[in-house]
Structure formats: C-alpha cells, structure tokens
C-alpha cells in the first residue's frame, strides 16, 4: 500500500528563492532508474521548536513512470508516525531536492 503523505514542492520555492539551494536539472531527473536515492522534503503542517515546517526524507526509487516515481523511504522521521522507513511513497520531479550518491545513504 502506498502511504500518502506531503511533500514540498521544491521547484516553486526555488522560484520563489533564487540561490538558496540548487536542485537537479530535468536532465538529471529524466535518467532516474530504479535503485537511485533521491533527497526530498516532507511537509508536517506544524511548526517544530526549530521553526521548521519540513523535513528532510531520503527514498529509493522502485519504480518511474513519466514524471512520477514510486520510492521506498530509507530514513526515519521525526513528527510524523504514520511513515517509517520501508513504506512505498509516490512523488514527482518537482519534490527532487537533490539525487544522491549510494555513498550518502
């Protein structure tokens, strides 16, 4: 079962802030293939202590299908228990934060 949850949209914020990080270019995305681990930002509709709203989630992809992907999550998460590593997630191109080497995992 894939387990629904909310992801940032990282192309519009970068839009919306220029040069406060890069993410890959739709070239990178466009060779993604079953195994590569993606870096994506996981929105938990509250505010930690820190301030933040989001949190950081690495995935493995398991499946591509234009510009969707299925994934299984590898890290564990802190504010929300309804996920944890193992479950299969759904997200698109725009939610790439970064695409990671087998090194970063």
Do not use: W
């Amino acid at each position: 079962m894939t387990t629904s949850i909310q992801f940032e949209n990282v192309s519009a914020i970068l839009a919306e802030n220029p040069g406060v990080f890069s993410k890959p270019a739709a070239e990178e995305l466009s060779r993604l293939t079953y195994g590569d681990t993606v870096c994506l930002f996981f929105v938990y509709g509250f505010s930690s202590t820190s301030g933040r709203k989001a949190e950081r989630l690495m995935a493995r992809v398991t499946a591509v299908e234009a510009h969707q992907f299925k994934g299984v999550l590898l890290s564990p998460t802190r504010h929300i228990q309804d996920i944890q590593p193992g479950d299969e997630i759904t997200f698109s191109g725009e939610h790439i934060a970064a695409v990671l080497a087998a090194s970063h995992c």
